[in-house]
């Protein structure tokens, strides 16, 4: 086995293994966000959860990318796993994958920069992580060499029913709720620079 063969194995590895864990993050974060929690997992605990999911997602993805730099034969640049849509392979998908990527870093610096920016602030830009979920599932679905493959079919069927089966009861609960003002903290909400964060 060659290096190119092993960094292609992990190359795709770290993609699907990234997007498992950004959909678990993203299903966690709507749960919490409809103050989802039981004795057994106080809040606090799957508050850190979320957050310890979210940055090993983050870590994984920036490993699928720099993985994918170092093989040969996957023919992308640096420039263009940082710069949407300049790939030469397949640009769109891959760019989508870039642009979702980087959505998801900004949600979670955002979230780390929670008491400088704002909770207002804050709470606007991290709806934006649905949207970086959803178009790190369309690369994967566009680009994954592995998307024809029945496992695959299913993990991403079972992503997209996870977290869109929370994320419909999460807009029914806002709506009926109208919401709390978005320059309201809530009270559970702890500092960005605690030790949980």
Not at 81 to 105: D, K, N
Not at 161 to 176: K, Q
């Amino acid at each position: 086995m060659n290096l190119d063969t092993i960094l292609w194995i992990i190359g795709r590895s770290t993609g699907m293994v990234g997007v498992i864990l950004l959909t678990v993050a993203a299903a966690m974060g709507l749960a919490l966000s409809m103050k989802a929690s039981s004795p057994r997992f106080p809040r606090w605990l799957t508050t850190d959860l979320h957050r310890y999911v979210t940055i090993l997602a983050v870590v994984v993805s920036v490993v699928h990318l720099v993985v994918l730099w170092l093989d040969t034969q996957s023919g992308l640049s640096l420039i263009s796993l940082v710069v949407p849509f300049t790939s030469g392979w397949e640009p769109v998908a891959v760019g989508i994958g870039v642009l979702g990527l980087e959505i998801t870093l900004i949600v979670w610096l955002t979230t780390r920069l929670r008491d400088r920016i704002g909770y207002r602030s804050w709470q606007v830009i991290h709806r934006a992580a649905s949207v970086g979920w959803a178009l790190v599932i369309a690369h994967g679905l566009m680009s994954g060499t592995d998307t024809g493959s029945a496992w695959a079919v299913i993990t991403y069927a079972a992503c997209a029913a996870l977290v869109v089966g929370l994320l419909i009861p999460r807009m029914i609960i806002g709506r009926s709720s109208g919401e709390a003002p978005a320059d309201s903290r809530p009270a559970d909400a702890q500092p960005a620079g605690s030790a949980h964060s």
